[in-house]
């Protein structure tokens, strides 16, 4: 099964608020290349598809995470498996549109000239990275604060966000810290640059 298949699959099993399925199928839809787009320009997923595949890796991250003995400890919280595939399938649906191929001269081993295809970020809706992951579901399904927080902070303190705003958003919000940590593991350690 492809990673569209099995990103679907998480989606329809356990997110199942109103407007969950109108989401889903807006980026199914031709004006969405969710599932075809890159997840950067030049690092982690930076390949068609990569976006999809990362989402998954965070789903999977983040469970993992989330049930860890030490962790259910120390945030003694409990997340149902709605709230953990919402935040992490859909925490960079702000990639969706914005990377566009372009092509750039380079030599190939015999030392010749051609044209190869790259990925250019081309930002239509510059609301911001977790703000607008927010502002897109936002639209089609309601989020609990927490969910939003997640969201909006997911990429922690390597952002230029105030660092004092991430700090507080992720003492009154664990899954916003778990999130960042599923996020970053997936980006470094699982996902290939090419």
């Known amino acids: ?15 199942k608020r109103d ?3 109108e989401l889903l199928s807006y980026m199914l839809s031709a004006g969405s290349d969710f599932f ?3 997840a950067s320009t ?7 598809g990569g976006l999809c595949e990362h989402s998954i890796n965070v ?10 003995p030490y962790t259910k400890k120390l945030f003694s919280n409990e997340y149902s498996d709605e709230s953990i595939a919402i935040v992490s399938l859909l925490h960079d649906l702000c990639k969706m549109n914005c990377y566009k191929t372009s092509y750039r001269n380079t030599k190939n081993e015999a030392g010749q000239w051609i044209k190869v295809p790259y990925f250019e970020f081309d930002d ?3 609301y911001g990275h977790g703000e607008k992951s927010v502002y897109i579901i936002s639209g089609f399904m309601k989020l609990t604060r927490e969910e939003a927080f997640a969201i ?3 990429m922690g303190f390597s952002t230029t966000d105030d660092p004092r705003n991430v700090g507080k958003a992720f003492e009154m919000y664990p899954l916003a810290f778990a999130l960042s940590v599923a996020d970053m593991e997936a980006s470094y350690y699982l996902e290939e640059t090419k």
């Open 36 to 38: 075809t787009a890159p």
């Open 124 to 126: 239509n809706l510059p």
């Open 1 to 15: 099964m492809g990673f569209p298949e099995q990103f679907c699959e998480i989606y329809r099993k356990y997110i």
């Open 152 to 154: 909006r902070y997911h």
């Open 59 to 68: 789903y999977h991250n983040l469970k993992e995470y989330l049930e860890r």
């Open 19 to 21: 407007g969950a399925e």
């Open 42 to 48: 030049r690092f982690h997923g930076n390949y068609e």
